[in-house]
C-alpha cells in the first residue's frame, strides 16, 4: 500500500505563505484523485483541496481563492501552495487520496501523521 508523508508545516504568521508536501511512497500516476484534508482540534477532519489526474480542481470553501493544489506525479509529490492563511486554518494537514474526485469522504489509503499548521494572528 501506498505510505503518505506530509510536511512543511510550522507557526506561521496570518497573512505569510506556506508550502505543504505530501510524498507517496509509491507512483501515483495511475491513482486518479489526490487531496488534502485537515483536522482541527475538536473538529471533524474535512477536505481542504482535491487535484485529478488531469489537473481539476476542487477546493473548501473557506480556502478558495487562498489556497492552492499541485501534483508532481514525477516526483510523486503533492503539494499546497498556502496563501494568506488565516487563525482559523490552524489545523492537522493530512493527505490521501479520495475514492473519486467526487467521494472526497473516503479514502485509499491509510491516514499518516500529518503536518501541524498553525497560524498566529
Known amino acids: 500500500q501506498v505510505q503518505l508523508v506530509e510536511s512543511g508545516g510550522g507557526l506561521v504568521q496570518a497573512g505569510d505563505s506556506l508550502r505543504l508536501s505530501c510524498a507517496a511512497s509509491g507512483s501515483i500516476f495511475s491513482i486518479n484523485a489526490m487531496g488534502w484534508y485537515r483536522q482541527a482540534p475538536g473538529k471533524q477532519r474535512e477536505l481542504v483541496a482535491v487535484?485529478?489526474?488531469?489537473?481539476?480542481?476542487k477546493y473548501g470553501d473557506s480556502v478558495k481563492g487562498r489556497f492552492t493544489i499541485s501534483r508532481d506525479n514525477a516526483k510523486n509529490t503533492v503539494y499546497l501552495q498556502m496563501n494568506s492563511p488565516k487563525p482559523e486554518d490552524t489545523a492537522v494537514y493530512y493527505c490521501?487520496?479520495?475514492?473519486?474526485?467526487?467521494?472526497?469522504?473516503?479514502?485509499?489509503?491509510?491516514w499518516g501523521q500529518g503536518t501541524q499548521v498553525t497560524v498566529s494572528s
Open positions: 487535484i485529478d489526474s488531469g489537473g481539476r480542481t
Open positions: 490521501n487520496a479520495p475514492i473519486d474526485f467526487a467521494t472526497t469522504s473516503l479514502v485509499k489509503f491509510r
